[in-house]
């Protein structure tokens, strides 16, 4: 619950600070903290603490004569932190000429004669104008995680995506245009050579954080808590919540890790439109959050962001190394490792990627592309729902594919909606050769595949969607994949030349069993997998049905 707005009186007198304390607790403490200070500087770190726990602070009423420094001084290093705070000088007759001067010099809101007796008349009336003024224009500061960097920082970009994926609340503080950013910097003792830095509720802040940890003080979980799992689940895209969904469900007990966030690439769709029950759509991330908690809910574990490096069999048992060292047991396994976006090998994408230059991550940065013209590389299902997202932001989003439309690539109803959308326009025959910037993305150079023009256009952002590669490449060695690294299971497995010297069972592999017995692979790395959200959701499902199966061997 957020904290009231303080009210700080500062006087080095310690009767006079007892009494006007006394005065504005009876008239204020309704809707204000008051607090004392004893000294200018015990005053002026008490508005820093304030400002470092973002805190709100509606007034200041210091005294002007105090020996290690005059309230006027006071005020003046109280208005760079506080712009919006009220300052009120309270003076002796001797000082009223002071008092003044500061009013025109120090932009002073109003002055105080001591004795203020009777409060009721000589107080109260000036004390409540002023706090009604401040009132009328303060925005209560948010309530959640503030996230202070650089626009173009990969780094910076990179935890906008990992906050946004798991849907925390947070507010983006750019240094270069917002300037609470510069203050708040100032007020935690940093410079901008910590950015990206991370502050939290409770007023801590971590410079240059990674995500493991962020992830640590946002409470996930990093280790495992039991010592053999009956199955266990690499990924948390679709395919891997659906698993542990059904997995939880029936009893087994279930450990689900997940490398970046969850949703896998499902996770970063601004709408998926055609998913069973959704009527109206549903993001990505928010049908990952949803699908996350409930396998929470029913009992399953949960480690993110974490690793798995290595995998093997001991005693019928999986061993599974993570990135840091540690080892989980298990007596199943489900692959649902997902993949990642192909990258667009032209000039300058590998510099500017995280600087203009997204792989799905249009959620994260459409705000700051408001009223410029964007590019959307990629004729599938994200890169429609991304356009769509984008063109409410937008001044132009243009829409690059090689081909000659989006039929071939995109639902219909995709198709559909763009055709409506005034500000989305296709360029077909289209190629991006090249981006260009020195810091960020600036142009991009557009190729036309049938008459070979070349034009270099003024370009906010780009946003790849080319298709995917498996995530697979630590498995390949433990697994049978094919040509293009995708896991195969199941009777395909019989095809396959390899397959048989190294499997021992009576038995035919379960469907999606691979060619390891007890370890089973589920959504898009697997071999003659469908790429769609309910197909993913609808195999991890069933990979736990092949689960019971071979336990109950």
Request: net charge negative; with cysteine.
């Amino acid at each position: 619950m957020p904290k009231k707005p303080a009210l700080l009186v500062v006087d080095d007198d310690p009767q006079v600070l007892a009494a006007i304390d006394r005065d504005l607790r009876q008239e204020f403490r309704q809707d204000y903290r008051i607090l004392r200070a004893g000294s200018g500087a015990e005053g002026l770190e008490a508005i820093r603490q304030l400002k470092a726990r973002a805190e709100p602070l509606a007034l200041v009423l210091s005294d002007q004569r105090m020996p290690d420094m005059e309230g006027v001084q006071l005020l003046e290093q109280a208005r760079t932190l506080f712009p919006e705070a009220k300052r009120v000088l309270l003076t002796a007759y001797a000082d009223t000429e002071a008092a003044i001067r500061a009013i025109n010099e120090a932009h002073l809101d109003y002055y105080l004669m001591k004795p203020w007796d009777p409060p009721q008349h000589l107080l109260y009336p000036t004390l409540h104008d002023l706090l009604a003024t401040w009132q009328a224009q303060y925005q209560p500061r948010f309530q959640g995680v503030r996230l202070l960097g650089f626009q173009w920082s990969p780094q910076s970009h990179e935890l906008k995506d990992f906050l946004a994926a798991y849907m925390v609340a947070f507010q983006w503080l750019d240094f270069e245009t917002n300037p609470e950013a510069a203050v708040l910097l100032s007020s935690l003792g940093l410079t901008p050579s910590d950015l990206p830095v991370t502050v939290f509720e409770d007023g801590t802040a971590l410079a240059q954080p990674t995500r493991t940890t962020i992830a640590e003080k946002l409470g996930l979980a990093l280790k495992a808590s039991q010592p053999l799992y009956d199955v266990v689940v690499v990924g948390a895209g679709p395919s891997g919540l659906g698993a542990a969904v059904y997995g939880a469900s029936e009893g087994l007990k279930t450990l689900l890790i997940e490398r970046q966030t969850p949703g896998g690439q499902a996770g970063t769709s601004s709408r998926i439109e055609n998913y069973l029950g959704f009527p109206t759509g549903l993001s990505g991330a928010e049908l990952a959050h949803r699908a996350w908690a409930q396998a929470v809910r029913l009992g399953a574990e949960f480690l993110s962001p974490q690793e798995v490096t290595q995998l093997c069999v001991q005693d019928e048992y999986k061993v599974l190394t993570l990135a840091d060292g540690s080892e989980v047991r298990t007596r199943a396994v489900v692959l649902t490792t997902g993949v990642s976006y192909r990258q667009l090998a032209v000039p300058g994408m590998e510099r500017l990627t995280g600087a203009g230059v997204y792989y799905g991550a249009a959620r994260t940065e459409a705000r700051s592309c408001s009223q410029q013209d964007v590019y959307v590389v990629g004729g599938g299902n994200s890169a429609g729902q991304a356009a769509m997202y984008l063109a409410a932001f937008a001044r132009k989003v243009y829409i690059v594919i090689r081909g000659a439309s989006l039929a071939a690539s995109m639902s219909a109803y995709l198709i559909e909606q763009i055709g409506r959308t005034p500000n989305i326009e296709l360029l077909p025959y289209t190629e991006i050769k090249e981006v260009r910037g020195q810091d960020s993305l600036e142009t991009v150079v557009l190729h036309h595949n049938q008459t070979g023009a070349e034009q270099e256009c003024p370009a906010r952002a780009v946003f790849v969607f080319i298709g995917a590669k498996p995530s697979t490449e630590w498995l390949c060695n433990a697994l049978l994949c094919d040509g293009k690294g995708f896991v195969i299971t199941g009777r395909d497995l019989l095809a396959d030349a390899r397959f048989a010297p190294i499997w021992k069972k009576r038995r035919e592999p379960y469907a999606l069993e691979t060619s390891v017995p007890g370890i089973f692979a589920a959504g898009d790395s697997r071999a003659g997998a469908m790429a769609r959200v309910a197909s993913a959701v609808g195999e991890g499902a069933m990979a736990i049905k092949f689960v019971h199966q071979y336990l109950d061997e």
